[in-house]
């Protein structure tokens, strides 16, 4: 990516930096070990919301699935903008913690309990949000958005998860849950 690239360039060039390390065949095996579970879980859940769409469309039809994405839209953006920062928090509290578990249940709580009042506005204004952005022809979508905000709690849950079962030891978790979801 451009982000990718200048990031590299800025470290090259500008930082005069110059890696000087080697891996052994060792290590090397070990972050294969480690990493191909989590690259192969990205994709599939990439690519599994990408096949909910199609199936959406190919059995309902385009508006279906219109319809469906405008009332989502507002909630993914929402959980985008709030929970992605959080990832590395969460990260490095869970990696740093002796109690993983219990910090995780800590931060899902807190997270829970600082979002669950803006999801519940989401919850209703949402006839009001979409008529607003998308207008009176688009107000059927605004069941989605409703209904799926009342999930709040497991979507936390779910967003966070993987950090968790990774500072356990079982990628494999995150994998077999997205293989399973798609």
């Known amino acids: 990516s451009f982000a990718g690239m200048t990031d590299v360039l800025i470290l090259r060039y500008l930082a ?12 090397l ?3 294969w ?3 191909w579970k989590l690259s192969l879980s ?3 859940n990439f690519t599994g ?12 039809g385009p508006a279906a699935l ?3 994405d405008v009332g989502r839209k507002f909630q993914t953006t929402f959980y985008r903008v709030v929970f992605t920062p959080l990832q590395g928090v969460n990260l490095s509290l869970i990696s740093r913690s002796s109690d993983p578990v219990a910090s995780f249940h800590r931060f899902v709580l807190i997270l829970i309990l ?6 519940s506005v989401l919850f209703v204004t949402s006839e009001e949000l979409v008529l607003l952005v998308f207008g009176q022809e688009w107000l059927e979508s605004a069941f989605v958005l409703k209904y799926t905000a009342l999930t709040v709690i497991v979507q936390v849950i779910l967003w966070f998860v993987p950090s968790l079962c990774i500072k356990l030891g079982r990628a494999d978790v995150v994998l077999i849950s997205n293989v399973s979801n798609n």
């Open 49 to 60: 919301s990408r096949i909910n769409e199609i199936i959406i469309s190919a059995y309902l």
């Open 33 to 35: 070990d480690f990493g």
């Open 29 to 31: 095996r070990q972050i």
């Open 114 to 119: 600082l979002v669950n009042p803006l999801v």
């Open 16 to 27: 005069d930096y110059r890696y000087a390390g080697a891996q052994t065949s060792q290590e």
């Open 66 to 68: 219109a319809l469906v």
């Open 42 to 44: 990205q994709t599939l």
